[in-house]
Nanobody, 118 residues
Framework: QVQLVESGGGLVQAGGSLRLSCAAS????????MGWFRQAPGKEREFVAA????????YYDDSVKGRFTMSRDNAKSTVYLQMNSLKPEDTAVYYC???????????WGQGTQVTVSS
């Protein structure tokens, strides 16, 4: 089992920045692909970003490309999502996910709320 704990959400004005963190435990962190997803009220959960086990490759949804940056620190068993130039449409609960590959994600955190005011 993998346990994931997100932090860093909050309320920010449009154009502002936030950095989300996700701490993992229960398995060797460097063996895990990681991802971020989000779910806005009344909408399906959607992919935001993912990172390979080594951190050498990252993947982004077009809606966040150029504004969000995902990174990982294997020594701290933590992934980050740096979110810049935030828009009201980025408002959602953001979930961290982990699995054996960046595109095979089986474990989920509890989520952290991000609210962007206009």
């Amino acid at each position: 089992q993998v346990q994931l704990v997100e932090s860093g959400g909050g309320l920010v004005q449009a154009g502002g920045s936030l950095r989300l963190s996700c701490a993992a435990s229960g398995r060797t962190f460097s063996s895990l692909g990681m991802g971020w997803f989000r779910q806005a009220p009344g909408k399906e959960r959607e992919f935001v970003a993912a990172i390979s086990r080594s951190g050498g490759s990252t993947y982004y949804d077009d809606s966040v490309k150029g504004r969000f940056t995902m990174s990982r620190d294997n020594a701290k068993s933590t992934v980050y999502l740096q979110m810049n130039s935030l828009k009201p449409e980025d408002t959602a609960v953001y979930y961290c996910a982990a699995g054996r590959s960046w595109n095979v994600l089986d474990y989920w955190g509890q989520g952290t709320q991000v609210t962007v005011s206009s």
